[in-house]
């Protein structure tokens, strides 16, 4: 499978005239639970030839292809990448951070190494407690829910405590997340859940988890108090980001 997905970028490369510098795994295989039959989520980001950041006309920062059963794979220009940056946008540090990377060239090294500056505290936990809070409503407020989604609030809200302890981007894998800051009276009831998720279809049923859902329900109320009392964090220069731009399109063009 991975030799299918390097083809995919190989040839996204070729029919959109781009150079992909760097490109990984950005779903639930990457955070470590994934299900016999989870497709692969392939994120990249891409640098076009110079003479496309000096048109009048927009061109599209996007590529996308079309998503299959196994395959769902799109990339962010390296402009736009690099905005979001300023911006502080956690899917950045998350792409960055994955464990599993498909290509990568001496860029990815560079962007490592100035996002920590660019970090935000109050934007990350924003983006996590949003997701956690809009999953758990939707999703596990039955009595019956699908294995996976109790996932999908855990991994951001173990993910919204490691940020409010460390200050720091929190790591992709929910084991990490889980070893330090999942409670450990609820572990073997996660262990059993991540082993079912692990193990089963997508769609897999089981009746909903009380201690977790009781754990969920206050933790969400509690970050969100805490992200109440955060102080205001300053904007980052753009002067970094410009250098790393300028420096990118020479060394690719």
């Given at each position: ?5 390097v ?9 959109n005239?781009v150079?992909?510098?760097l ?12 299900s ?18 000096l048109?009048?006309e ?18 962010w ?16 540090f ?18 490592r ?33 699908k ?76 970050i ?16 970094v ?13």
């Amino acid at each position: 499978m991975e030799e299918l997905i390097v083809n995919e970028l190989k040839k996204i490369e070729a029919e959109n005239n781009v150079k992909i510098l760097l490109a990984v795994e950005s779903g639930s295989r990457a955070w470590g639970f994934a299900s016999p039959d989870s497709d692969y989520d392939v994120r990249f980001i891409y640098v076009r030839p110079k003479e496309y950041y000096l048109r009048l006309e927009e061109v599209r920062d996007v590529i996308e292809l079309p998503i299959n059963d196994e395959l769902d794979i799109n990339g962010w220009d390296l402009q736009k990448a690099l905005r979001l940056l300023y911006r502080s946008n956690p899917t950045l540090f998350e792409w960055f951070s994955s464990p599993i990377v498909y290509m990568e060239t001496e860029f990815a090294d560079q962007f490592r190494i100035i996002m920590t500056e660019y970090f935000s505290s109050q934007k990350s936990l924003y983006h996590y407690i949003s997701m956690a809070e809009g999953n758990y409503r939707e999703y596990l407020k039955r009595e019956m829910v699908k294995a996976k989604k109790y996932f999908y609030v855990l991994r951001p809200v173990l993910a919204c405590n490691w940020v409010l302890n460390r200050r720091t981007p929190p790591p992709m894998l929910f084991d990490d997340l889980a070893a330090a800051e999942l409670p450990t009276e609820l572990r073997p009831d996660v262990d059993r859940l991540l082993d079912l998720k692990m193990n089963s279809p997508e769609v897999k049923e089981i009746p909903k988890i009380d201690a977790i859902n009781e754990y969920l329900d206050r933790e969400i109320v509690s970050i969100k108090e805490k992200i109440k009392e955060l102080a205001k964090e300053q904007n980052n220069s753009w002067k970094v980001l410009n250098d790393l731009f300028l420096r990118t399109l020479d060394a690719y063009n």
